[in-house]
């Protein structure tokens, strides 16, 4: 079982920039893939970001890439997703996830099998 609480949420302007971190229980959090997912209102939930732990690879959606960096720290079981120039269409709550022992098809959430409450980001303009 893994618990995963996000935190770093909050109402930013335009241009600017927040940090997202997501806290991992468990043992073996070395060898989990982790992912970011964003849902806006009305909207269904989409991929944002994916840190595979073979290799340390790391995916982004188009609308984010060059602005988003995802990173992780195996000592304090934590995955943060760094987001810069951000923009209104950026807005949405954001789901980090855990896929044990998973390194493919880190874009899709069906590939994860624990999700955080979420944590809203606002962009204003």
């Known amino acids: 079982q893994v618990q995963l609480v996000e935190s770093g949420g909050g109402l930013v302007q335009a241009g600017g920039s927040l940090r997202l971190s997501c806290a991992a229980s468990?043992?073996?959090?070395?060898?989990?893939?982790m992912g970011w997912f964003r849902q806006a209102p009305g909207k269904d939930r989409e991929f944002v970001a994916a840190?595979?732990?073979?290799?340390?690879?790391?995916y982004y959606a188009d609308s984010v890439k060059g602005r988003f960096t995802i990173s992780r720290d195996n000592a304090k079981n934590t995955v943060y997703l760094q987001m810069n120039s951000l923009k209104p269409e950026d807005t949405a709550v954001y789901y980090c996830?855990?896929?044990?022992?998973?390194?493919?098809?880190?874009?899709?959430?069906?590939?994860?099998?624990?999700w955080g409450q979420g944590t809203q980001v606002t962009v204003s303009s």
């Open positions: 468990g043992r073996t959090f070395s060898s989990t893939s």
């Open positions: 996830a855990a896929a044990p022992a998973g390194w493919s098809n880190l874009k899709y959430d069906n590939r994860y099998d624990y």
């Open positions: 840190l595979s732990w073979i290799g340390g690879y790391t």
